[in-house]
T-cell receptor, first 115, second 113 residues
């Protein structure tokens, strides 16, 4: 079975540009999480969705960040405008129904570099 | 909320050496406890877990025992291999609808031949 699929794997952009990261969760999973990983701050939960509805976005750093989940098989994380401090690896993870167990299935991440 | 303290890395060991990565936590009630591993260039994946006191989680030669009295969940392996080089994350999970794991900062392990 396919795991969580993220794209792009690598993105290099210039400050001020819009960045869109994409995630396809594992089929049948109904919770989706976006994390950011940096050396300084480690892993930070940005937002999570349950049944396509955003449940907690308190980790979204500021209004430049937005996330959507238009259907059960697709989510986007958008940064506009991007800044150099947004450089990080962004991970998407999903869990199945009844998956309030702490077991997350991660994608391979999208490495973002903002120049 | 939950919090976790992991031993700081990086940790460098020779192949076949014994590994211990310490982890202590604070959490509401009786959390489940997890170790996740991140290999270079990859996402995190579950390594092992324990859901109640005195449980021992094990996988790929790694073990960790849920110690409620010391709020610890130390990761051990008797003989590490080069392929174990990765970053290891300890994470308590209180559940109860929170859906949120609390990850430690991670401990980077490098195993040299």
């Amino acid at each position: 079975d396919a795991g969580v699929i993220q794209s792009p794997r690598h993105e290099v952009t210039e400050m001020g540009q819009e960045v869109t990261l994409r995630c396809k969760p594992i089929s049948g999973h109904n919770s989706l999480f976006w994390y950011r990983q940096t050396m300084m701050r480690g892993l930070e939960l940005l937002i999570y969705f349950n049944n396509n509805v955003p449940i907690d976005d308190s980790g979204m750093p500021e209004d430049r960040f937005s996330a959507k989940m238009p259907n059960a098989s697709f989510s986007t994380l958008k940064i506009q405008p991007s800044e150099p401090r947004d450089s990080a690896v962004y991970f998407c993870a999903s869990t199945p129904p009844g998956g309030d167990t702490g077991e997350l299935f991660f994608g391979e991440g999208s490495r973002l570099t903002v120049l | 909320g939950d919090s976790v303290t992991q031993m700081e890395g990086p940790v460098t060991l020779s192949e076949e050496a014994f590994l211990t990565i310490n982890c202590t936590y604070t959490a509401t009630g009786y959390p489940s406890l997890f170790w996740y591993v991140q290999y270079p260039g990859e996402g995190l994946q579950l390594l092992l877990k324990a859901t109640k006191a005195d449980d021992k989680g094990s996988n790929k030669g790694f073990e960790a025992t849920y110690r409620k009295e010391t709020t610890s969940f130390h990761l051990e392996k008797g003989s590490v291999q080069v392929s174990d080089s990765a970053v290891y994350f300890c994470a308590p999970y209180s559940g109860a609808g929170s859906y949120q794991l609390t990850f430690g900062k991670g401990t980077k392990l490098s195993v040299i031949p």
